[in-house]
């Protein structure tokens, strides 16, 4: 009865790329491997890549090599480097300057090091004098320039997102909402104005004007729970600009659990919210009018 054994393969010392070369070479030349067929090839290919723990990829590219040149040599990649204009005690020298001046803008300590080279005669300011602006910044990213300097910034405010800044898009449906806010004035005893509420749906013009006596989140809330309930027609948007009494938490929790698509205006896009506010002239000339009459 015939028993096979079964052989594990394994690299028992750890072999630099050099010597790893030099072994695939003597393989390859020992079984004559550019004479062998292409079965046996694949043995050979096979027993490489077991034994090495290279890719297929890389056994091709070393035998590729040993049949172009009869031999497997190490490739070493010449890296380009850019030539360093400054060292490191220029960067060090540009950092303690810009720290004693209080970190200004690049073209005012260019100014300052090319002062200190020509008119105070600083011999050590000679070679940095020369830097460019832009490649101030660029130093005051590099890692001598952080380690020397003390300079912290503030943490940044995250953005809350609320609402898709884009222009609706209605597609010849009712139910998106324009709001805009328009300020009545105040009287000439000092008495301060109400606030109109204007929404216009942009596809069947119908429009609604409330009042409320502050710009608040709550007034604004319970003005759109009212139209909401008053709309013919199931309400699909509300766009408005970037007035705080429309983009808050509040209004947003409410369109989100009606299910009313919130968007705002651009920057720089007056045109994002131009049928409401065009609107707003009839409101502002009707309390005009009411102001004369009382």
Not at 135 to 159: F, L, M
Request: hydrophobic share 35%; proline share 2%.
């Amino acid at each position: 009865m015939n028993t096979t054994t079964k052989i594990e393969y394994s690299r028992q010392a750890k072999v630099s790329k050099r010597e790893g070369y030099v072994w695939i070479s003597n393989i390859l030349e020992r079984f004559t491997f550019i004479k062998l067929k292409k079965e046996e090839k694949g043995v050979i290919h096979r027993y490489l890549k077991k034994m090495t723990g290279y890719s297929k990829a890389q056994v091709n590219r070393l035998i590729l090599q040993y049949k172009e040149k009869g031999k497997i040599e190490v490739v070493i990649y010449a890296r380009h480097t850019f030539t360093s204009v400054y060292s490191e005690a220029d960067i060090i020298l540009l950092a303690h300057t810009d720290e004693l001046h209080d970190y200004p803008n690049g073209a005012a300590l260019k100014h300052t090091l090319t002062r200190m080279a020509c008119v105070y005669r600083k011999e050590e300011f000679n070679r940095i004098q020369h830097i460019s602006v832009g490649h101030i910044y660029n130093i005051r990213k590099s890692a001598v320039y952080q380690r020397v300097t003390k300079r912290y910034e503030k943490t940044h405010p995250t953005a809350v997102a609320i609402g898709v800044r884009r222009r609706p898009n209605p597609l010849g449906k009712p139910g998106y909402f324009r709001v805009d806010s328009v300020h009545q004035g105040d009287s000439e005893e000092g008495e301060k104005g109400l606030y109109h509420i204007n929404i216009v749906d942009e596809v069947t013009q119908t429009e609604y004007v409330c009042c409320v006596e502050t710009l608040s989140a709550a007034h604004l809330v319970l003005v759109v729970e009212q139209i909401m309930d008053k709309c013919p027609f199931a309400v699909l948007g509300f766009h408005s600009d970037n007035g705080s009494e429309y983009i808050n938490r509040q209004v947003a929790a409410l369109l989100e659990k009606l299910v009313i698509e919130f968007t705002k205006s651009r920057s720089r896009q007056s045109t994002d919210n131009a049928l409401v506010e065009g609107k707003n002239n009839i409101i502002r000339g009707l309390c005009q009018i009411k102001a004369l009459l009382s």
